[in-house]
Every structure is written in structure tokens, then in C-alpha cells.
């Protein structure tokens, strides 16, 4: 079956491409290094998973656990993958006779995450807003930069070799967890259930508790990602991409038994742990990928939408929108959608809607739906989340119709870009670009550089000690005892090791032709494309109910596919002599941006998590002897990283905790109440700051009436549904201030939300604490 439409416009002459034993053009390998530079960070990346904050804040006694890469780290690889561009610019400053591409896709993206780095000025938690923004503005240089790398075949080629080999990570890391890890995870809990609710403060049969143990149980694969909904959107796109590899080697007639056999088992294991996150959606999105590519095996299919594909556009763009009317119209006529997994979404769109009739032109602010979607939630709504698990839903809600209207825009000119009938020219025969060892060699430099960039940046070398649980109860070590920091670190660097074989046998096998001729792939390979294209529909589509794009992996992966696939459907103008003088000055204005972020925003970031880590070792420390002088040192500590990073509240609440431990027992709360007021004034949206403030204000010797109730009453209408801080408010109004008719107000709205859950939600009042408020209404009502 002839793949290649022989009568599609070829993009302009490709300047990138030589004969054989012609010079290389001048500052040609600036834009190689730029290329391998660009994949190695795409596959380091996409193998880690980055947090902005530690989700458990450490205590007195409590077992350290490795720290999973953070803001420094989420920063540094920002201004990384920022290079791949400065060195595209210089080799167009280099080389005349190199071309740059235009398209409005690339200004569209950029413009969204300029404007997203705007909004720090207004967003609540600005240090989420900064680490956020900066991962956005960073993968829309990377796709700019794929888009003006992959030019030919061969390196679309290469950027599926690296999607195979992410994907045999994801696998590979996915089955050891449920087959090895999962096990031995659900033992030590067993064994250790006490003392791990102890150490988070967490009492048995709370809320926290219950959730924390269900997770455990439940055994989803959350490897390198946040949830499994987000491991599960990963596993299908890449799936999609080696599927058209696969497909596209298969039609140019290579031999079926080592090509089919392990795609077979690779596809089996990825549907087992793809079983295993319990994810909906990722069920389904393999079937509509295999029908579309089902479709598109039909010459007739493709030839009419060579013919028509702008006719195809618009026909696609309005299923979408009819689709879109549909769900809208179905949750408003019903007050939500037929599933209840759906039907929570529905109440996370809606609350974003309020937010945004709120903040129409500017939005809340990049990455703070979460501290602002508690005031709006409806009643019936229990889950306090972070996203609305929907791109645009977000885009709109945090960036208001600016942002939102810019990120739409995006995405719809990005699919006009994608589907345009064009493909680059082949590969002359014998290109030096293929064939020889140096070509073999390079690729190995390649895996080699990626698994180096995960190890440098993914595993913590400052590590004392290792529990079992890191983040959100992943399971860490083997048999979850106390291991030296140096056998974590061992253990570690052979995974990456072993990564390191997988990543070189996915790059193999995208891009490798023969060993024998020691000769990569340049061959047509529409049918890659046509893979790529389809696993970025199914991508966005899990997006459109999750919340996987806007993560920095995930995020670094659709970038470098989206980047490729316009890179190869783009035409390449003809370049035309004239100054460089503008380009050379853009260039060194870029360099200096880069510079500038490098000593403003990460160095900063990388002190101040420098000492944070110190001070967490020293109140973790305190439990075990002598806790005057080290929580005293450590919210020293933590005050001088909150000097160092001016955004972050966290470092002041975690000061405020240590110092609240040292002082709670005489009621002399001044100092840490001093500290939580600073946190607040940084971050006044942060429910746990006014919730802590509250709780000091209760313990002060002796309480300031007025103070109690304007932080409670601070602390509620953040989070008017919160049935626990109504009840500690009730609490301190009945015992503290010997005030009834308050507190019985309070017991009674904290019923009142309580029964406006739904009967199966587990966060509703167990029957013996509903009992004991009944007890207590009764008690107190004339």
C-alpha cells in the first residue's frame, strides 16, 4: 500500500538536507545539539514527576521519605528547555541560509503563558502562579523550537523512537509498582498502620485517614504522575504514537515477526497497567484511536481529505462544538451529567464558571482554582480539588476570557497547522545525516543524556533516611524499613540504569533501519503521522475531563509531539538575504532574559528549598530528644527561606508550626501567630493559613473573643462547606466562650452540610461523631 500522497505540495526546498559529500552548512550542528538537547529534556522529563510543595508537612518523630523533584528542580529544567531555542536563533544568526518558521500557533502559546507570568501580580498563591507560568512559557519554546528542529522524516522518526521510549518506562515502572512494590506496600501498612497516622496527625477513622488508606489499598499505578487518570492519558498518547510506528514499518515492508511480536507484548502489558489505574476514559480512548487510524487505512479517506481538508477542519470543529452544546445543555436541564464521576466534573465546570463571571477579564490567577473553588462549590460537591479537569475549563477560570480566549485560539489554529496536506521531501539516498556509526553513536549519546538528566535531577542524593511512603503513599523501598541514604541512592542509580537499556531500545526502534548497515530511518512515514496526530486527539480529549496537560511532564510530551507534527507540515520559505544586525540583538536580548530568570526565579528557589529541607530535618529530629533548640533553629531556618523566596507562605506556616509546638503548652501563641499572619498576608486565599490562624487564636491564654470569630469566620467563607472547621468553631464557641446560642448555630449548619452530601460520600460525619453532635444540639437548644 502506497502511504505517501504523491500530490500533496511539498513544503520549500529543505535547506537542512544535502547531498551526499557536500559541505555542512555553516552552524548546522548548533541546531543538532539543539535537537538532542530538546529530546533528552523531553524524556528525563516526562520520566519524573515535579511537586511545587511537599504534600505531607513534616512533625516532630516523623519518618523522612525521599523528596520527589521540586520547584528548583521544576525551574532549572524550565530554563533548559529554553535552550533548544536560543540555539535555533543562534544558528539562524550563524547560517543565512537558515530559515525560520512562522505560525501563529507559536505566538498564540506564547502569548498565553506571557500572560499566565502576568498574572502573578494578581493570583493568590504567586509562587505557584510563577513555578506554573514558567512551565508553560518553557513548553511553548519547545514546541517553537520542535517546530523549527523537525524538518525531515528521519526526526520525526527519532521524536517516536523517544515516545517508545517513554513509554517503555511508564510500563516498566508500572508493573514493577503494582507486581513488586504494591505488595510489599500493603504489608508494612499493615504492619505500621499506627505509626504512619500518628506521624501526619491524622486520627483512625477520620476522613484523611480513610482516603490515605483507601489510595494504598486500592493499588492505582501513579508512577510518575500525579494521579492515575494523568498516568493512564500518558500511556494511551504514547501508546497511539508507537502504534503508527509500528503501522508505518509495516507498510514499508519490513519483516513482520520482530516487529509485531514485541508490540504485541508491550500492548498487552500496557493494557494491564492501563486496567490497573481504574481509569474510565483510558479504556475508551484506545478503541476511537484504533478507529480513526482504521479510517484513515483507507486510500479513498486520505485522498478526500487531501482534497478537503479544510472542509474536513471546520466538519471536526463543529462536532466538537455540538458535543460541547450537548454536555452543557444535558448538565443545566439535569444540574449534572449521568455519571457521578462526570457529575463531580460538572460541579468543578460550574464552580469555574462563577469564578470566572468574578474575575471575567484576568481570572484568579494561574495554578489557583483550587483555594478559590471551595467558596463556590455547590453544597453537594465534597471534593476539594486543585484543577477543574478541563485545560480550557482552567484556562478560562485561572486567566479569564484573556487568557482563555488565547489558549482556545491556540489550540484551534495549532489543529488548522496539523492538518494541512503537506509533507517534507525524503532524505537524499545517501545522506550522512543516516548512515555509519556516527549516526548510531549519536543516538546512544542521546538515551545516555536523558537517563543523566533524570538521575542528576530526580533522585534525592541529600537523602538521610528513606521510609516507605513518598509522595501520596507510593511505595519507596523495597521492604519499607529504615535504609541508609547511600543504599537509597545505589538502588536508584541501577533503576536508572536499567532505564537507560529501555530508552535505548525505544529510540532503536524509531529510528533505527538496519544494523547491519549501521543505517537510521529516513524513509516516508506517513503513517507515523497520521499515529501522532490521532494520539494528540486522544490526549486532549482525556483532558477534556482531566487534568494531565498542564502538568510539566505530560505537558513537555505534547509539546515536543505537537512541535513535531507541525514541524514536518510546515513549509520552509526560501531565506532572503538581509541584516542580522535584528536577529543578532534579538538573540542577546533572549540570552539575557534567560539569564536573568536563571538569577531571579531559580537560584532563589534552589536556596530557599536549600534551607527548607534543613529546617523539615530538624523538626522531624525534634521527636526523638532535646525539641527546644531544634524547632527553634528549624523556624529560624524557615524564616530565612521565606526571606530568600518572597512569594512562597509555606516556609512562614511551617515556622509558624514550630514555633506554635514550643509555646502551645503555655498559651503564648504571639510568635507563631505573628509568622501565619505574614504566610496570609502572602497568600490570603490559603485555606490552611487561615485555618491554623484560627486554631492559635482559640489556644491564646487567654483568647481574644473578636480575634476567634474573625478568623473563623475568615477561615468559613473560604470554605463555607467545610463540616469540621464548623465544628471545632462550635466547639470553641460552647467550651471557650461559654457562648450556646453561637455555638449551636454552628452545630447545626455543620449538620446542615452534612446532610447535603451525598449518602455514600465518605466524607459525611460517621454515625457516632453524627450522634454526638445530635447529643450536643440537644443539649444546648432552649
Not at 44 to 58: H, I, K, N, Q, S
Not at 103 to 109: K, V
Not at 160 to 172: C, E, I, T
Not at 672 to 680: D, H, P, V
Request: charged share 20%; hydrophobic share 50%.
Amino acid at each position: 500500500m502506497a502511504m505517501a500522497r504523491r500530490n500533496e505540495p511539498n513544503p520549500g526546498k529543505e535547506r537542512e538536507l544535502r547531498p551526499s559529500g557536500a559541505a555542512l552548512p555553516r552552524g548546522q550542528w548548533v541546531t543538532g545539539l539543539a535537537f538532542v538537547l530538546a529530546l533528552a529534556l523531553v524524556i528525563a522529563r516526562g520520566t519524573m514527576d515535579e511537586v511545587l510543595r511537599d504534600p505531607f508537612e513534616p512533625r516532630p518523630g516523623m519518618e523522612a521519605s525521599p523528596r520527589a523533584p521540586g520547584p528548583a528542580t521544576s525551574l532549572g529544567l524550565d530554563l533548559l528547555c529554553a535552550a533548544p531555542a536560543l540555539l535555533v536563533l543562534a544558528r539562524r544568526v550563524i547560517d543565512p541560509t537558515f530559515a525560520l518558521r512562522a505560525s501563529w500557533a507559536h505566538l498564540l502559546l506564547l502569548g498565553a503563558g506571557a500572560w499566565a507570568a502576568c498574572s502573578v501580580a494578581w493570583a493568590g498563591d504567586k509562587f505557584a502562579a510563577l513555578v506554573a507560568s514558567s512551565n508553560l512559557v518553557a513548553s511553548a519554546l519547545l514546541l517553537w523550537a520542535m517546530s523549527q528542529l523537525v524538518r525531515s522524516w528521519l526526526r520525526l522518526r527519532m521524536v517516536a523512537g523517544a515516545a517508545a521510549a517513554v513509554l517503555l518506562v511508564y510500563v516498566a515502572t508500572g508493573l514493577h509498582y503494582r507486581l513488586v512494590d504494591f505488595p510489599d506496600t500493603l504489608r508494612q501498612w499493615e504492619q505500621d498502620r499506627p505509626r504512619y497516622l500518628r506521624e501526619r496527625g491524622w486520627e483512625d477513622g477520620s476522613f484523611h485517614a480513610r482516603a490515605f488508606e483507601n489510595r494504598i489499598k486500592s493499588g492505582d499505578i501513579t508512577v510518575f504522575s500525579r494521579s492515575p487518570n494523568q498516568y493512564a492519558a500518558v500511556v494511551v498518547m504514547l501508546g497511539v504514537v508507537v502504534a503508527g510506528l509500528v503501522l508505518q514499518r509495516r507498510a514499508d515492508g519490513d519483516r513482520p515477526a520482530p516487529l509485531l511480536v514485541p508490540a504485541a507484548l508491550l500492548g498487552v502489558a500496557a493494557a494491564y497497567v492501563i486496567v490497573h489505574t481504574h481509569a474510565r476514559l483510558a479504556l475508551l480512548t484506545p478503541l476511537l484511536a484504533a478507529a480513526a487510524l482504521a479510517i484513515l487505512s483507507r486510500a479513498a479517506v486520505r485522498a478526500w481529505l487531501a482534497r478537503r481538508s479544510r472542509t474536513a477542519y471546520f466538519a471536526g470543529a463543529t462536532l466538537f462544538l455540538l458535543g460541547v452544546a450537548a454536555v452543557v445543555g444535558h448538565g443545566l436541564h439535569h444540574g449534572g451529567l449521568p455519571d457521578k464521576s462526570l457529575t463531580f466534573r460538572w460541579y468543578y465546570w460550574t464552580g469555574a464558571a462563577r469564578l470566572l463571571a468574578e474575575h471575567p477579564a484576568r481570572g484568579v490567577g494561574w495554578a489557583t482554582f483550587g483555594e478559590h473553588y471551595t467558596r463556590v462549590r455547590p453544597p453537594q460537591a465534597p471534593e476539594e480539588v486543585k484543577d477543574p479537569h478541563n485545560f480550557l475549563v482552567r484556562a478560562f477560570a485561572e486567566l479569564g476570557l484573556i487568557g482563555g480566549l488565547l489558549v482556545a485560539a491556540w489550540i484551534a489554529r495549532s489543529w488548522w497547522e496539523l492538518t494541512r496536506p503537506t509533507v517534507p521531501p525524503p532524505l537524499p539516498p545517501a545522506s550522512a545525516d543516516c548512515a555509519g556509526r556516527r549516526a548510531i553513536w549519536g543516538l546512544s549519546l542521546l538515551a545516555v543524556l536523558a537517563v543523566l538528566f533524570n538521575l542528576l535531577l530526580a533522585i534525592d542524593f541529600g537523602q538521610a533516611d528513606i521510609g516507605l511512603f513518598g509522595e501520596m503513599g507510593g511505595a519507596v523501598s523495597g521492604d519499607g524499613r529504615m535504609r541508609p541514604g547511600n543504599a537509597f541512592v545505589i538502588m536508584q542509580v541501577f533503576q536508572r540504569v536499567a532505564v537507560l537499556g529501555l530508552v535505548a531500545v525505544g529510540l532503536g526502534f524509531g529510528t533505527i533501519r538496519s544494523f547491519k548497515h549501521e543505517r537510521l530511518d529516513d524513509r516516508p512515514a506517513p503513517w507515523l503521522l497520521y499515529g501522532i496526530l490521532v494520539a494528540l486527539g486522544v490526549f486532549l480529549l482525556h483532558n477534556l475531563i482531566d487534568f494531565s496537560l498542564l502538568e510539566a511532564g505530560p505537558l513537555a510530551l505534547f509539546a515536543a509531539l505537537m512541535g513535531s507534527a507541525i514541524g514536518v507540515r510546515q513549509s520552509t520559505a526560501e531565506p532572503r538575504p538581509r541584516n542580522r544586525t535584528p536577529l543578532a540583538a534579538a538573540l542577546a536580548l533572549a540570552c539575557a532574559a534567560w539569564v536573568a530568570a536563571a538569577a531571579l526565579a531559580w537560584l532563589p528557589t534552589m536556596r530557599a528549598a536549600s534551607l527548607a529541607e534543613e529546617a523539615d530535618t530538624l523538626v522531624r529530629r525534634s521527636g526523638a530528644g532535646s525539641p527546644v533548640p531544634l524547632l527553634t533553629d528549624a523556624a529560624q531556618k524557615y524564616q530565612e527561606a521565606a526571606a530568600v523566596e518572597p512569594f512562597d507562605g509555606e516556609p512562614l506556616k511551617r515556622a509558624a508550626s514550630a514555633l506554635a509546638a514550643l509555646n502551645r503548652a503555655r498559651g503564648d501563641t504571639a510568635p507563631a501567630r505573628e509568622l501565619i499572619n505574614a504566610a496570609i498576608a502572602r497568600n490570603p486565599f490559603a485555606i490552611s493559613y487561615r485555618t491554623m490562624l484560627a486554631h492559635l487564636e482559640s489556644e491564646t491564654r487567654p483568647p481574644d473573643r473578636a480575634r476567634v470569630n474573625a478568623a473563623f469566620s475568615a477561615a468559613l467563607a473560604l470554605n463555607p462547606a467545610e463540616v469540621p472547621l464548623r465544628l471545632d468553631y462550635a466547639g470553641v464557641l460552647e467550651q471557650v466562650f461559654k457562648d450556646p446560642p453561637a455555638a449551636l448555630t454552628q452545630y447545626r449548619e455543620a449538620l446542615s452540610y452534612d446532610d447535603k452530601l451525598p449518602p455514600d460520600e465518605p466524607k459525611r460525619l460517621d454515625p457516632k461523631r453524627r450522634a454526638e453532635v445530635e447529643q450536643k444540639i440537644a443539649a444546648l437548644s432552649p
